[in-house]
């Protein structure tokens, strides 16, 4: 087991072989985001990524996964360039998870609202467990959405119910969230982390270049037409066949 960051960071990395997790870490604050807390996840991704996993698990200590942005802290002066920064970091986040070349999984349990909310659907995959509650409750203190969700909500659930869950704000529990695409698997209560990790654990055993490049294929056809999507594809398919994976994996998958 490796910590490469500080424990008293607001989002720690440790590597258990393959497999990495990043927890965030203001319990006594349900995880609120703050600027801290976001450059310590960049950090915390920048380790996973020169730690080599092959898959990260994303969660929260405490009674909550990540209650969206801090309400609390003190309000910060009026400078569009600074306010301007300070948002743009935060879209680094969306951006570094889905740039990682090993697959994220979200690992949620109570409140995944607002920025939290975000951080989960950034991730490749999601699991939830019955108590976890998702949302965007930014509009309703008069604040934006971040983390790409204006596109990438809209793709997954489709701009009808995209908007109700934005405008309106309304909480929405793992079930509902599996129903609409958002969530990968719901659990018992508690057992968030064993299933991320179980599913870490398997993708981590995949070929990691095809993975990787898969994971790759399928962010990018979220940003492009479909004739871009078949190019893609065609390099894709040509690196995997000459990456030596490919013969590796069917001998494997035979026996």
Known sequence: MSSPQPRNST???TADGAIGTIRLNRPERLNAVDPALVEDL????AAAR??????LVLTGNGPAFCAGHDL??????????????R???IQDVTRALRAAPFPVIAAVHGYALGAGCEFALGCDLVVADETAQFGFPEVSVGLSVTGGISRLLTLTVGPIKAKELVLLGARFGAAEGATLGLVTRVTAPGEH???A??????????????LALAKELLDAGLDGTLEDAFDREVGAALRTEHSGEDA????GFAR
Do not use: M, N, W
């Not at 020169?50 to 898959?55: P, Q, T």
């Open 11 to 13: 989002a720690e990395f």
């Open 248 to 251: 590796a994996a069917r001998a």
């Open 42 to 45: 960049l950090a915390a991704l």
């Open 72 to 85: 609390k802290q003190e309000p910060q002066p009026h400078d569009p360039a600074a306010a301007r920064a």
């Open 197 to 210: 990790r179980a599913l870490a654990t398997e993708l981590a055993g995949r070929p990691p270049f095809a």
């Open 50 to 55: 020169a730690a080599d996993v092959r898959a």
């Open 193 to 195: 982390e064993s299933t």
């Open 87 to 89: 948002i743009d970091r």
